[in-house]
């Protein structure tokens, strides 16, 4: 008899090709699917609440899988986080939960969050943690812009080329942009995210922040669903997924 377990998971994705397994390099499930396969001797693939890119970490990144083993949550975390040692991937909690749970459908909210350092020196401690931008930014601008983005629209503009999502109608619940100090955070909340859509916002903010775009600039990008009318998309590394609501 298999029990369903719950993961939440905390990750730097500097050094992984993303989430999803791939043939191209190290990819953060392979990671703990191999840690589970360590102390259990199973194979098996786990699914994740949203798939991140390469360079895109977690702080609250979700999962869920079946075990036969007979374990209990509290050990099956010590597990994990000692067969993951000393990869950037630590097992924040672990949680039994029934069997038609699952991280990527049973998920109503989805929280990211994307860091700017907004200094002229280079990062030092967050290097590879959050975009640098030498230019000063206007954090007042980009979130009255922010709010042109808020509620149900056709996201094209922000879409990735390749994205796989059978519409490109989402609702963005929530999109903030503030200072606090040298850095800019900038949070996005909704039920689920179009491939790059989050990062496309960002760098078309940044646009609006240097003052080279206006707000009416970005409502005029996103009514004209054109991906060639998009800013740019921020790099991965400022971006973060914070935490996802069930």
Do not use: F, N, P, W
């Given at each position: 008899m298999t029990q369903r377990f719950k993961i939440i998971v905390e990750y730097d994705g500097g050094n992984f090709v993303g989430w999803q397994a791939q043939e191209n390099g190290p990819s953060v499930q392979v990671e703990i699917e191999d840690a589970i396969h360590a102390f259990s001797g199973e194979r098996m693939r786990i699914i994740a609440a949203g798939r991140t890119d390469a360079g895109v970490h977690a702080r609250g990144q979700v999962s869920h899988f079946d075990l036969e083993k007979e374990i209990t949550a509290d050990k099956l975390q010590a597990a994990l986080n000692a067969h993951l040692r000393p990869q950037p991937i630590s097992?924040?909690?672990?949680?039994l939960v029934p069997d038609d749970f699952s991280a990527r459908f049973s998920?109503?909210?989805?929280?990211?969050?994307?860091?700017?350092l907004n200094r002229r020196a280079p990062p030092a401690l967050n290097k590879g943690r959050a975009w640098h931008v030498a230019a000063p930014l206007d954090a007042g601008a980009m979130n009255e812009a922010a709010k042109r983005l808020i509620g149900r629209h056709d996201f094209t503009t922000f879409r990735a080329a390749g994205c796989q999502a059978k519409s490109p109608e989402k609702t963005l619940d929530a999109l903030t942009v503030e200072r606090d100090g040298e850095e800019i955070l900038i949070r996005a909340s909704a039920q689920s995210f179009l491939h790059n859509?989050?990062?496309?916002?960002?760098?078309?903010?940044?646009?609006?922040?240097?003052g080279k775009w206006s707000a009416?600039?970005?409502?005029?990008?996103?009514?004209?669903?054109?991906r060639a009318r998009v800013g740019f998309n921020a790099p991965p590394e400022?971006?973060?997924?914070?935490?996802?609501?069930?």
């Open positions: 097992i924040l909690s672990v949680e998920a109503t909210k989805r929280h990211y969050l994307y860091r700017i859509q989050v990062r496309s916002m960002v760098g078309t903010l940044k646009l609006v922040g240097e009416d600039d970005v409502t005029d990008a996103l009514e004209a669903r054109d400022g971006l973060y997924l914070m935490k996802v609501d069930y």
